[in-house]
């Protein structure tokens, strides 16, 4: 059976990350392709649980270190769970963040280190690392507009822009860090033209894995 193939979505806040991830899956469903979408921290029952601790507003006073091993504890449970059992099963697998989101969040806007995330991380996901990461692109102004023009706020929409500015900084990192596997999408123009020139970036990605 043919392995599956790996992608991750990545952005700051307010880059549009979910939604044109969403579009994406729904495309190449329609498309006829076996695909699954999931996110982080999330997609199984044990990391939505904690996905409701990290990200409550009314846990403000979650130290760094155990935001990243929450972190990284549910997304172990996602991998073996979810990830993992659909690539053995030669599925496209979609999912919205995954340790890119650690290095820059934990590692680098709460000043913990990439070294010591990294570390956590490596004992979670045993090497599993995303085949391509669709990067999605905005500069920071527009991204904390976009989150302004939200609802309901999580804890980490509800952070200093001075952090959001160190997560903007911590993804730049991340871009030159894993180049190799980074597909830049510029997230500023109008949807429909995100989500098109996504679907072609994803395609050629399915298709360079044939």
């Known amino acids: 059976m043919k392995k599956g193939i790996f992608i991750t979505f990545e952005?700051?806040?307010?880059?549009?990350?979910?939604?044109?991830?969403?579009?994406?899956?729904?495309?190449?469903?329609?498309?006829?392709?076996?695909?699954?979408?999931?996110?982080?921290?999330?997609?199984?029952?044990?990391?939505?649980?904690?996905?409701?601790?990290?990200?409550?507003?009314?846990?403000?006073?979650?130290?760094?270190?155990?935001?990243?091993?929450?972190?990284?504890?549910?997304?172990?449970?996602?991998?073996?769970?979810?990830?993992l059992p659909a690539l053995a099963e030669g599925s496209v697998v979609l999912c919205d963040r995954f340790v890119d989101s650690s290095l820059v969040y934990q590692g680098i806007a709460r000043g913990i280190g990439v070294e010591e995330v990294y570390r956590i991380n490596e004992f979670a996901i045993e090497g599993h690392?995303?085949?391509?990461?669709?990067?999605?692109?905005?500069?920071?102004?527009?991204?904390?507009?976009?989150?302004?023009?939200?609802?309901?706020?999580?804890?980490?929409?509800?952070e200093t822009a001075l952090f959001h500015e160190r997560v903007a900084q911590g993804y730049e990192w991340v871009k030159q860090e894993f180049a190799d596997r980074m597909h830049i999408i510029d997230a500023t123009k109008q949807l429909d033209a995100v989500v098109e020139e996504t679907l072609q970036e994803v395609l050629n990605i399915i298709k360079e894995h044939d």
Do not use: W
Not at 52 to 80: F, G, W
Not at 132 to 154: N, P, W, Y
């Open 129 to 158: 690392m995303p085949n391509a990461t669709i990067f999605l692109s905005v500069d920071l102004e527009t991204g904390l507009q976009r989150i302004e023009c939200r609802g309901e706020k999580d804890r980490l929409d509800n």
């Open 11 to 83: 952005g700051n806040d307010g880059s549009g990350k979910t939604t044109v991830s969403k579009l994406i899956y729904e495309k190449l469903k329609e498309a006829g392709y076996s695909v699954v979408y999931t996110r982080e921290p999330g997609g199984i029952d044990i990391a939505e649980q904690i996905r409701d601790v990290i990200l409550d507003p009314k846990n403000t006073r979650m130290d760094a270190r155990c935001e990243a091993l929450l972190y990284a504890a549910s997304r172990r449970q996602h991998l073996v769970e979810k990830v």
